[in-house]
């Protein structure tokens, strides 16, 4: 096919591989022991890509970050690299699905106050996903009894505390995104990936046509 164009731009492809990449590099850093776990340091970087990047970008980064945390990381939690995949990956999917139609509706104007109030109220669900969805892994991929597996609950609801803090933190109040938005460095899903596809569909539409018949004399 002439003229074909690639779906995903370099800029796209660098900043999901650089924050999973993040996710991965969290496995070596230890865990924070609590009462009833450890907190781990992945989920800021998860949620840093669904403020920054796309659903799909979000979910890579927590699905496939995750995984390899578990695979490779030094905490021992390779039993888990299943579960991480579906739970962070559909909690990456998700804040950043939540987070781009709430800005869509609420902050027409871009206001950064505005959006910080939206980025916490769209991680809400999201920590709710990894907080249940670790209970139910503990009683069917684990075997533990419900009352031991609501028992380790609460070091899941500080960690996602801490990841949406943190990330806030980086993206909002040090201003991260601002920047990389004036520097023109952000990826655009809509503009560069979204638009750029139906382009494609479009002239591929175009050059698939019949052309026209010229009149009988």
Excluded at 34 to 57: E, H, N, Q, R
Excluded at 118 to 131: K, M, N, T
Aim: with cysteine.
């Amino acid at each position: 096919m002439k003229n074909k164009k690639l779906l995903f731009t370099t800029k796209w492809i660098t900043y999901t591989a650089l924050l999973t990449a993040l996710v991965v590099a969290m496995g070596y850093v230890p865990g924070i022991p609590v009462l009833t776990g450890k907190i781990y340091w992945c989920d800021f970087a998860i949620y840093t890509a669904a403020y920054l990047m796309d659903p799909l970008s979000a979910a890579i980064v927590g699905g496939v970050g995750t995984t390899f945390f578990d695979l490779f990381g030094i905490n021992g939690t390779a039993y888990n690299a299943l579960p991480s995949l579906l739970i962070h990956g559909l909690q990456g999917c998700a804040a950043s699905f939540i987070f781009a139609m709430l800005r869509r509706f609420f902050n027409k104007a871009r206001s950064d106050k505005r959006e910080l109030i939206i980025a916490l109220i769209s991680s809400i669900l999201p920590a709710l996903i990894v907080i249940l969805g670790y209970f139910i892994k503990r009683i069917t991929w684990e075997g533990l009894a419900p009352a031991v597996a609501v028992m380790k609950m609460p070091a899941n609801v500080l960690q996602e505390v801490v990841g949406v803090g943190v990330a806030i933190v980086i993206c909002y109040v040090c201003r991260l995104k601002k920047q990389l938005i004036n520097a023109r460095l952000l990826p655009d899903f809509e503009s560069e990936i979204l638009s750029r596809e139906r382009t494609r569909v479009a002239e591929n539409a175009s050059e698939s046509a019949p052309s026209p018949k010229p009149d009988e004399a």
